[in-house]
């Protein structure tokens, strides 16, 4: 049974299609990035998953719970993270993972234990008894973190989770977020390619409500990669020229000239790779640089998506 | 689901907010010094310069019947004011803060987010309104006569009754807006209609204003009774909590 499995979901407002039949499924233990565009429908894909939106029609079962059927019996199986998480700004730290663990059932030594246990993983000891009004983004995003994973969650939803922090506070949620691999399933929604290239190893991509693709991210870049090899001269004219005969070799299917180098699409990326350099002395250019190009998720994420709305 | 810790919580929260000492102290203070004015007005009069003998005449002379009288309209009036002002921003507030959509994916029903909101609004009313009634009952007691316990207790009870019923109003304003604006809006205009309804000489008798000379009665020994008048307080009441209830549920938040 996957962790989370949708079908079908719709969530029109009036004329606009939110979501315009998503399915998606996830697998128990996944760190999986939700990846879209803004305005695609991943922050209301996870406000219906956590049962804070209604869907207009389809399903959902998120942990073996049918969201839409059952919501109140969800909660104990979810931990959920928003965008900007909010907090009683006349509470501390301490106060607030007491007050959640309380209403997960957790108490005596076993909450004083959970919660010392979270406030060392968000690295919050110090400042356990400080009031939250005064936080950071990054500290508040902090304690959000250890909110949703005070109960042990089965199955964890973070909306942009470090879209809006600075590098250091970024990198500190990202890493977070890597050390929750193999104690949860995390669905991440993210429009930041390079989070989800770094931690996440399924990927869905959502564009207009829709599920445009879903895979494992190696497959992903596998199956969308375009074979292509990047060659950098100095003399550039000398580059430019030679490369106009490329075309014509049946293992070519095209020649981008780009700032100072040259991208060679190939159709057979071992012909190139047996051929591409030696032709390339052959004609004596002296190369500064001779690369396969490593696809990276933004290329695929451009094939599918458009150039419309990357950030 | 909860309910216990969720209302901790909010009684927590009105102490750390000052929600809790502001409604005691305009409570205790306009409930307690009505005794006190009734029994001075005259003599504050008296040393305003200028002050003719015919209008220091025409004052009511201070009796038990006037403090009485003073303490119920000061209640009256603060009491529902505050119940509406203190009640109308709690539940849209956590809506456009957030907290609702964080704590609404907890074990935390949205009955119980609700409902421990209202129980914590009528403990602190409680609270003020105890306050208060003690201090006017001892001041009364030194500067004119003994009130009876029983009716006066009676009459507070039911102020509290008629507070909650504003709570709740207001209550359910806050679960159907999605803004402050509109919480403010709605839960003045439930207040109005209710209190210009009870103003009504023909249908008056059911609302709750009646509930405050009810009590004001049973102090001064009149024979009086307004049982319809509580019935329908009550009713009003559960329903306003019934519809939050039913609207909240069914809203995406």
Known sequence: ?311 | MNFIKVLRKEMMEQWRTYRFLIILAVLVVFGMTSPLLTKFMPQMFKAIPGMTPELLNAMPAPSVQEAVGQYVKSMNQFGILLAILTTMGIVVQEKERGTAAFFLTRPVSRETFLLAKFSAQTVTFFAGVLIAALGSWYYTDVLFEPLAWGPFLALNGLMLLAFMLYIALALLGSAIARSQGTAIGISISAGIVVAVLGALPSIGNYFPARLFTWGTMLVLGAPDSAWPALVVTIGIMIAALLAACLIFRRQEI
């Open chain 1, 1 to 311: 049974m996957n962790a989370v499995s949708v079908q079908n979901l719709k969530k029109y407002y009036g004329p606009v299609h939110a979501l315009d039949g998503l399915n998606m499924e996830v697998a128990p233990g996944a760190v999986y990035g939700f990846l879209g565009p803004n305005g695609a429908g991943k922050t209301t894909t996870l406000r219906l998953l956590t049962g804070l939106a209604i869907p207009t029609s389809g399903t959902a079962q998120v942990a073996g719970v049918d969201v839409f059927k059952m919501r109140n019996r969800l909660a104990p199986h979810i931990g959920h993270l928003p965008e900007e998480p909010a907090f009683y700004p006349w509470m501390t730290p301490r106060e607030f993972l007491d007050y959640l663990g309380g209403l997960y059932g957790l108490n005596g030594a076993a909450l004083l234990a959970r919660r010392k246990e979270l406030l060392a993983l968000v690295r919050m000891e110090d400042v356990s008894k400080r009031r939250i009004a005064g936080f950071s983004r990054g500290m508040r995003q902090r304690l959000g973190v250890a909110a949703a994973l005070i109960h042990h969650p089965e199955v964890l939803f973070l909306d942009e989770p470090a879209s809006a922090l600075d590098p250091a506070g970024r990198k500190e949620v990202l890493d977070l977020i890597e050390g929750l691999r193999g104690q949860c399933t995390v669905v991440m929604s993210t429009h930041i390619l390079a989070d989800v290239e770094r931690v996440c190893d399924v990927v869905g991509i959502i564009n207009k409500g829709r599920m445009v693709v879903q895979a494992g991210r190696q497959e992903l870049l596998e199956r969308y990669a375009i074979p292509a090899f990047e060659l950098e001269a100095d003399d550039h004219a000398a580059l430019t020229q030679w490369s106009e005969k490329l075309p014509r070799l049946p293992w070519v299917s095209g020649v981008t000239p780009q700032n100072g180098s040259i991208r060679v699409i190939v159709k057979d990326t071992r012909a190139a790779k047996q051929n591409l350099l030696k032709q390339a002395i052959e004609a004596g250019l002296i190369l500064n640089r001779f690369e396969e190009v490593r696809p990276s998720l933004e290329d695929v994420f451009l094939q599918l998506v458009g150039t419309e709305s990357v950030s």
